[in-house]
């Protein structure tokens, strides 16, 4: 029994019998945060008990913008991306969401459709959070990618640099990403090193950032073997 099932067990008492200060949406943010921190094998049951909360709440509340930003975080955790990115459209199709919640689901949803194929949509969609949020971290980061789908390499890295003011393994595993795909690979792999020290203390990395490390890896390992 781990922690994060103690957890969505603690939540649970919550999500039954919620206290009038205690929202049901804070207690399925709880939980989808929590869930997260671990992948579905390492804990199937705290899984499967947050995956019927939303269920529920989207029984109760299926146009809700806040359910619907919810589930598609978590089907996006569960690497579901096609039900993730019809729930994101849901939102921005939704007349019901704020500015900053569209907002928030047009960067989401253009971090999905970050590549060649799918990189002018995404563009559209990422310019337009930007423009309602600011150039925050998470959101150059997002745009950096976009731009590294497009194959404008020289802006996707000043977008990368600027969004790894604010890093994570992550963000720093993209900036790698875009140094290697303009050929500097030494600066690609003293990158991956610090993203790579930085795991220790962040959550369990997504599907897709996990294949990134293992590219990342393969790529530039006689750069990261260099004394």
């Not at 299926?62 to 589930?71: E, K, Q």
């Not at 459209?89 to 689901?105: E, I, N, S």
């Not at 989401?108 to 925050?136: M, R, V, Y």
Request: overall charge negative; proline content about 8%.
């Amino acid at each position: 029994h781990s922690r994060v099932d103690e957890a969505v067990d603690l939540l649970g008492e919550l999500w039954v019998a919620p206290p009038a200060a205690v929202p049901r949406q804070r207690v399925l943010r709880a939980a989808v945060t929590a869930v997260q921190t671990v992948t579905p094998a390492a804990a199937p049951q705290a899984w499967a008990t947050v995956a019927r909360w939303l269920a529920e709440a989207a029984e109760d509340a299926p146009d809700s913008p806040p359910v619907l930003m919810l589930r598609a975080e978590f089907e996006t955790a569960r690497e579901n991306v096609s039900v993730a990115e019809s729930l994101y459209r849901a939102v921005l199709a939704d007349g019901h969401a704020d500015k900053p919640t569209q907002a928030v689901a047009a960067n989401n949803l253009a971090f999905q459709l970050a590549a060649p194929a799918t990189a002018d949509e995404a563009a559209a969609l990422i310019d337009a959070a930007i423009a309602t949020l600011g150039p925050q971290p998470d959101l150059l980061d997002t745009r950096g990618l976009v731009r590294l789908a497009q194959g404008n390499v020289a802006a996707a890295i000043i977008d990368l640099e600027e969004a790894c003011l604010a890093p994570s393994p992550a963000k720093l595993m993209h900036l790698a990403k875009a140094y290697s795909a303009r050929g500097n690979t030494t600066r690609a792999a003293a990158t991956l090193a610090r993203a790579r020290r930085r795991m220790t203390a962040s959550p369990r990395l997504p599907g897709r950032e996990e294949s990134l490390l293992e590219e990342l890896e393969r790529d530039l390992l006689p750069a990261l073997q260099r004394p």
